[in-house]
């Protein structure tokens, strides 16, 4: 049986534009996918500030964490209220304050942007976390990580790959969770997918040190003569 002798010439007109909808729907997902993934890639190898001027130039272009995933982050890394927390490239300081509210635990928040330091400052005060919360304007690559034993962060690959060294003087049993990115080299201990919304889904990758490296790729033995 043919579309046509089932639906006759409107019903094949209707058929037509269901599959022209469905085919703009998935470009323009693909699409969203694409252009979320180039504005992070564009940034990486020159390290500039997508947004105009005069804003001051920064390592990461200032994308907001859903409240889900911000939530999602929190409860991966098993925040507990004897802990302390700092939320690298924190933005508005959406991550450390929920960190706060839920689990009552102290948090330090580090950007180098003095507009994002200002907002998460307001937002602490407007979420009264005030006296579990700071926020401190730095480059987050002078941090000394060894006084936190949890870290959050949405930061581009190139920037969570130059953080090892500091992520290797945390004590051991330390939690590190990252939004999207995965730390290259080091092996995850957990990874888990969190919907950000409808065709959203974002990945959460855990680690706990002592990072574990990744072994190295095995060469091709030479046949022996």
Known sequence: ??????????????????VCLLLFAG??????????AALYHSADPARIDPTPLPRPRID???????PSIAEAMVQLADIKADDMVYDL???DGRLVIEAAKRARCRGVGFDKDPQRVAEARANIQQKQ??????????D???VDLSKANVVVMYLLPWMVKALVPQFDAM??????VSHDFRIE??????????????????QLILYVTPLRRSPPPKTARSPKS
Request: neutral net charge; charged residues 25%.
């Open 129 to 138: 976390v005030e006296d579990l919360v700071r926020i401190e304007e730095c």
């Open 185 to 202: 080299g080091i092996e995850p201990d957990k990874i888990v997918e969190v919907e950000a919304g409808k065709f959203d889904t974002r």
């Open 89 to 91: 490239g924190c933005g």
């Open 27 to 36: 470009t323009a997902i693909a699409a969203a996918w694409a252009g979320r």
């Open 171 to 176: 004590t051991p049993g330390s939690r590190i």
């Open 60 to 66: 990461a272009p200032y994308i907001q964490s859903p």
């Open 140 to 142: 987050i690559f002078s």
């Open 1 to 18: 049986m043919t579309i046509e002798s089932t639906f006759g010439p409107g019903g094949r007109r209707s058929w037509r534009r269901a």
